[in-house]
């Protein structure tokens, strides 16, 4: 009997991915970084992905990111540790920036974000630290493999699934979502 997707990853190592070197790939600085995250619609104070490394056979990229404590308030008193769900959303910031950087996403499209699949937290992030956000494409256009590492060392990794859409049809989808929301019972009986 073949097991499942999800029953094969349970305790997985992680992929191997053979990220090269700098020379191999395009290099994007900062504020070129920060223009194209700005021009997608997030403000400074959420932009996690500083630079960017886009290789040039197109197949994967690197966010970098240096951890700052700010992002740290609150999370953890006296033992300060990055929050989990802030992983996938560098990764999908790395995403954008090489979609806008490849000319794969327009002033006019927008993405939307499916799943977030099987990500494994194996090392912790502390503050201080300088982290890249690796994605590569999977045989499904749709579909990345993420992989955060410092070094040598994989702190997480696992899948986001995301595509490019008009931002007409975002907003179609946003007035959908909202209509079902409305609509919607309340979860307790005493909710109004």
């Given at each position: ?124 992030l502390?503050?201080g ?64």
């Amino acid at each position: 009997m073949a097991m499942s997707e999800r029953e094969t990853r349970k305790g997985r190592p992680h992929q191997k991915v053979e990220w090269g070197t700098t020379s191999d790939y395009v290099y994007i600085p900062p504020l070129q970084t920060s223009g194209f995250l700005t021009r997608f619609g997030l403000e400074e104070s959420w932009q996690m992905i500083e630079s960017l490394y886009v290789a040039k056979d197109n197949t994967r990229a690197v966010g970098v990111y240096r951890v700052t404590p700010e992002r740290f308030e609150g999370h953890l008193i006296g033992n300060p540790l990055f929050q989990g769900v802030l992983n996938p959303e560098a990764a999908a910031q790395t995403w954008i920036v090489w979609k806008m950087f490849q000319q794969e996403m327009t002033d006019d499209q927008t993405a939307l974000f499916a799943a977030i699949d099987g990500f494994q937290f194996r090392r912790p992030l502390f503050p201080g630290t300088t982290v890249n956000f690796g994605i590569v494409k999977t045989d499904n256009p749709n579909r990345l493999y993420v992989q955060v590492f410092v070094g040598d060392h994989v702190l997480t990794d696992g899948y986001i699934e995301a595509a490019v859409v008009s931002k007409e049809d975002a907003d179609n989808r946003k007035k959908q979502a909202l209509k079902q929301q409305e609509r919607a019972l309340p979860l307790f009986p005493f909710q109004e």
